[in-house]
């Protein structure tokens, strides 16, 4: 391994890099840059050879060719214990290049932009950075390579350990970040050009996928399953693979599925919202003036499913709520909240004696118009994935049609809405009951929808007189309806569509009964 004499910097992104090439320079380190990084540098009083004094070459063409040069290459290639390639470097006036500090050009925010151009995005593909990181890490016992600003504090603390050196282990990880990054960058670009075209629907004809390991798990769904957990490097919401755990046990494979059916609902509502998940169902949900009411509502809607539950909450926990949580009889798992206050956070590790164990998840606020549709949703099957995009409306306002004779009032059509909210989140076939925007009975997942009828009345019992009911898809026959009516539901909501729909209509007209329609299906899977 070559001790740190010369460094090469250029970056796209120039968070840290003045005060890490300073450090740099206190080394003794030589340094050369490019274009921006360059004058960055400069004007912050930092000594810096341009590229091309080094080269002897201009940068050309607009910077497109600046350091594809075989001194920066054969500088980065050159093996140091080789005496072939000591000797061409003497002839040829290439000095050995110890370092490159690299990150490229923003392709992937460029191509986010509404309405981008072909000729910007393509502009925006870098080819120097790429190439320098490659030849770097290719040779990463000679070269250490740098392209995540967040490692400049860190190696500057390394190099003065080490008197101007890293050791192997670090070089060599440091290369593996790096073709991870190139990778990533060349399968970004790859996969932008190939979704171009109608014809394509938007999805590239090959998908490339490239997530980071969080995390290893015990286990995954069964103890004699193994698992681990990997998140996408650049988020662009609030979610389970950026939330912060506060305290608790390790997060298992199912607490994680949870935490995130829990999170992906309860951001749905503007009023303080509590969601109480079971196996990725909604046992309990409510919404009211004050975050630990809608706590107790939600537990409320069916208390024998929510011990030991998954809890998503929207607004942050106070000491209210907190109390709430702890009380008699309750046993919850794990929370995810957008924050907690200092004093909730007491209340929910030290009151009952499963607080050291409950896993507590921060994510900052929360909205249902902080999810980016542009993510796609990726399931898993045998030999293959399955792409498609997000379900993130409800419905469209416009198509919310009333098609029976008696019109819904104003709490109804609250509870409505609400139930049909949950209902997009609960696995189909399904069906949920609710009244003042609280959850009374849930039927998730059955094969029938006349049984999942069944079982949210049989969960709600005498709750069901006076609430509403919500279905996930049309009814094919009038028998949901029928039993609906016996049991003092007052209103329905459902997506319609079905050959029978006048028979549901029907059914409801003459049971006295509400019905609404949204024009939107919402399966679950």
């Known amino acids: 391994m070559a001790k740190l004499e010369r460094a090469l910097i250029s970056v796209s992104d120039k968070t840290g890099i003045v005060t890490f090439a300073k450090e740099l320079q206190s080394l003794g380190i030589e340094i050369i840059s490019t274009g921006g990084t360059c004058k960055l540098l400069k004007e912050n009083g930092i000594a810096v050879i341009e590229i091309s004094e080094y080269t002897g070459f201009p940068e050309i063409m607009d910077g497109r060719v600046k350091t594809l040069h075989p001194k920066v290459h054969g500088g980065l290639l050159a093996l140091r214990n080789n005496d072939s390639h000591k000797k ?14 690299v990150n490229l050009y923003p392709f992937e925010k ?30 990463y016992r000679d070269v250490i390579v740098i392209v995540n600003p967040k490692r400049y504090e860190f190696i500057i603390g390394e190099l003065q350990a080490g008197h101007n050196d890293i050791s192997e282990k670090m070089r060599f990880e440091l290369a593996v970040e790096a073709f991870r990054t190139t990778g990533r960058y060349d399968r970004v670009i790859a996969n932008y050009f190939d979704s171009l075209g109608e014809e394509k629907g938007g999805y590239p004809t090959a998908l490339s996928l490239d997530y980071i390991k969080r995390q290893s798990l015990r286990y995954g ?15 662009n919401e609030p979610c389970v693979s950026n939330a912060q755990q506060l305290c608790g046990k390790e997060l298992s494979y199912n607490n994680i599925i949870d935490l995130h059916a829990a999170l992906e609902l309860v951001r749905e509502f503007e009023k303080p919202s509590a969601i109480v998940i079971k196996h990725t169902n909604p046992c309990g949900a ?23 539950c998954i809890l998503g909450l929207n607004k942050n926990v106070d000491a ?24 909730a956070i007491e209340i929910l590790t030290t009151k009952r004696k499963w607080g050291n164990s409950l896993r507590l998840l921060k994510t900052g606020p929360l909205s249902a118009k902080t999810r980016d549709a542009r993510i ?29 004779k008696k019109q819904p009032s104003e709490q109804e059509m609250a509870d409505l809405r609400f139930a049909f909210t949950i209902c997009k989140h609960v696995k189909s076939n399904c069906i949920v009951l609710a009244k003042d925007e609280a959850v009374v009975g849930v039927g998730a997942g059955q094969m029938s929808r006349i049984d999942s009828t069944e079982i949210s009345i049989k969960k709600a019992g005498e709750r069901t007189k006076g609430a509403v009911m919500a279905s996930d898809a049309f009814f094919p026959f009038r028998d949901c309806v029928d039993v609906a009516a016996k049991a003092g539901i007052t209103a329905i909501i459902q997506p319609g569509g079905s050959n029978r729909d006048d028979e549901s209509i029907a059914a409801s007209d003459e049971h006295g009964i509400c019905m609404v329609l949204t024009g939107q299906r919402h399966f679950k899977h």
Do not use: C, W
């Open 376 to 404: 796609q949703e990726i399931k898993g099957v045998g030999g293959g994935v399955l792409l498609q995009s997000r379900d993130i409306s409800l419905y469209e306002p416009e198509n919310l049609k009333t098609v029976s």
């Open 110 to 139: 460029t191509i986010a932009k509404e309405g981008v151009s072909m000729e910007e995005a393509i502009e925006n593909i870098d080819i120097g950075g790429p190439s320098m990181i490659r030849s770097a890490s290719k040779n």
């Open 88 to 101: 061409q470097m003497k002839e040829l006036g290439i000095k050995p290049i110890d370092m490159v500090v």
């Open 320 to 343: 209210a709520t907190a109390e709430a949580i702890t009380g008699p009889g309750h046993f919850v798992e794990a929370i995810i909240a957008p924050d907690y206050d200092p004093q």
């Open 286 to 308: 409510a919404s009211a003036n004050t975050l630990a009411a809608a706590f107790t509502r939600a537990y409320n809607g069916d208390p024998v499913s929510a011990f030991g």
């Open 221 to 235: 769904e069964n103890p004699h399953q193994s698992a681990a957990f990997y998140a996408e490097e650049n988020i």
